[in-house]
């Protein structure tokens, strides 16, 4: 969490349309209290629409592709690779892909180790 405040803080973080989506998938149902639409929009319009840089785009699915395709990796972590790099970041913090590994100069780190 402390990630999250302080991006919204700083203005410094970048979130995809793709971690939006993964998250209100998780937030709507696993929570132990789940949120509900209007929680879901405070927290849309409070902490993601500064944040949300990335979003869909044609070009933006190419990249995932081939990124899924050059690094046999599961399409979602490609896409929020591919957004990572879109929006020249030099971390991806991320429970679930390899951590330490690069792609370019993007780096992942695991934010929970």
Known sequence: MSLIREAAETRKGVVSYQIVHEFFNVA???????MNAAEGDHYTSTV?????????????????????????????DSLAIAAAIEAQCDVLYSEDLQPSRN??????LNPFR
């Open 28 to 34: 709507l149902r696993r929570f132990s209290k789940p």
């Open 48 to 76: 993601f629409r500064p944040l949300w840089t990335v979003h869909s785009s044609e070009v933006l699915l190419r990249n995932a592709l081939r990124l899924c395709g050059e690094h046999h990796l599961a399409w979602y």
């Open 103 to 108: 792609f370019g100069n993007l780096q992942i």
